[in-house]
């Protein structure tokens, strides 16, 4: 069975400053995907990033980036100048592409960004 | 791009009472279906996925129940709430036919209280 384990329960920063949240897991599978999700206090779940594990390169979507270490089996998310709004909970999440699609997740890291 | 209709959004039950949560998705079809809980401060847990109509499978042993009576209608139920079914239902879709690939989208949430 996949393990996603998140080891920074809680994370503070000051608005701008850069950010980088952990994430491990422990998988048999060769072919997987790797998701960061967002969750603000509204409770909807929004997705930031995502890591296609047979691609070598690190996905980038604006301000946030990943470090995808497929051999350590870690996939850290990277917050550049980080705003107000970016305060959340952030989840990591795992799937394999094999049989049955789901979601397996971290514990959560809780970000907050102050002014 | 897919979208979650998840209702209601709030609601609380007496112990004992019976519990129906619905979930519709437009903008794909034959959709693989998710519930997920968050209890208060953690992580979600995977309690049921269907990849098709009147296709179930369940999770973890618990006093909820699922059922999709329709391709893009996903229930959650309960003849007989307990305490701990407190806490916070996600319902989730990843869309086969879809431009997003395998990735899992998500619903605004139900808050279930139980007293």
């Known amino acids: 069975a996949q393990t996603v384990t998140q080891s920074q329960p809680e994370m503070s920063v000051q608005e701008a400053e850069t950010v980088t949240l952990s994430c491990t897991y422990d998988?048999?599978?060769?072919?997987?995907?790797l998701f960061w999700y967002k969750q603000p206090p509204s409770r909807q779940m929004i997705l930031v990033i995502r890591?296609?594990?047979?691609?070598?390169q690190n996905a980038t979507e604006n301000r946030f980036s990943v470090n995808f270490q497929k051999a350590a089996k870690s996939f850290s998310l990277k917050i550049s100048d980080s705003q107000l709004g970016d305060t959340a909970m952030y989840f990591c999440?795992?799937?394999?592409?094999?049989?049955?699609?789901?979601?397996?997740f971290g514990q959560g890291t809780r970000l907050t960004i102050n002014p | 791009s897919q979208t979650i209709h998840q209702w209601p959004a709030t609601l609380v039950q007496p112990v004992g009472s019976p519990l129906s949560l619905e979930c519709t998705v437009e903008?794909?079809?034959?959709?693989?279906l998710y519930w997920y809980r968050q209890a208060a401060g953690r992580g979600l847990q995977l309690l049921f996925y269907?990849?098709?109509?009147?296709?179930i499978s369940s999770e973890v042993p618990q006093n909820l129940s699922a059922s999709r009576p329709q391709d893009r209608q996903f229930i959650l139920s309960s003849k007989k709430l307990l305490l701990s079914d407190s806490g916070f239902y996600l319902c989730?879709?990843?869309?086969?036919?879809?431009?997003?690939?395998?990735?899992?989208?998500f619903g605004e949430g139900s808050w279930l209280t139980v007293v």
């Open positions: 903008g794909t079809s034959n959709p693989n």
């Open positions: 999440a795992f799937m394999k592409l094999a049989g049955a699609q789901k979601l397996v």
């Open positions: 269907s990849v098709g109509i009147g296709q």
């Open positions: 998988t048999s599978e060769s072919n997987y995907y």
């Open positions: 989730a879709c990843i869309g086969k036919a879809s431009h997003s690939g395998n990735t899992i989208y």
């Open positions: 890591q296609e594990a047979y691609k070598q």
